[in-house]
């Protein structure tokens, strides 16, 4: 499903995947199994889409039971990407073989703050306090071409059966 975008040239794929594979991120000779999404400006009604995409995503995996830390940490960088930005970002996630990488690029060139975990009276900011809790790494990357950056996290999902 595309939208046209108030003052965009063309349409925006909204909150859909774009299936593909990548190229070998393993080591083994495979291309690992990715979902690309593009998201529209402030379109919070994408995250929906994404989480139910990126569950999909897991259950190819053979690693169901890390869908719900997933969905939850994919979401609040998603939310954060289309509330704090005034344009479009775009989503991937790649599997490994015992690895989730879920990246989110807007086109903001601030570096995220997370409030201290003391700061009771803000909510705003409690995403990036639940990545940095549950993700096995996280991070923030500027982009080197253009505005804006990367903010990512992975999960070890360990052998699948474990």
């Known amino acids: 499903m595309t939208r046209q975008q108030p003052g965009r040239s063309g349409p925006v794929k909204q ?11 393993t080591g083994g000779g495979r291309a690992s199994p990715q979902m690309r999404c593009r998201l529209g400006r402030a379109d919070l009604t994408a ?3 994404v989480r139910h995409a990126l569950r999909e995503l ?8 890390c ?6 940490l ?3 960088l998603v939310t954060n990407a289309l509330i704090h930005t005034e344009s479009d970002a775009e989503l991937t996630a790649t599997l490994a073989a015992s690895t989730l990488r879920v990246e989110v690029h807007d086109h903001l060139a601030r570096m ?16 990036l306090l639940l990545v940095q809790a549950l993700a096995d790494a996280w991070g923030v990357r500027m982009q080197g071409h253009g505005p804006g950056k990367v903010v990512w996290f992975e999960l070890d999902g360990g052998p699948a059966g474990s």
Do not use: F, I, K
Request: proline share 11%.
């Open 74 to 76: 994919t979401s609040e």
């Open 67 to 72: 869908a719900d830390v997933a969905e939850l």
């Open 47 to 49: 995250v929906a889409d």
């Open 112 to 127: 995220p703050e997370p409030p201290s975990a003391s700061s009771e009276e803000n909510t705003n900011g409690r995403g």
């Open 58 to 65: 897991l259950h190819t995996w053979g690693r169901p039971d």
């Open 15 to 25: 909150g859909r995947t774009v299936p593909g594979d990548v190229a070998d991120t």
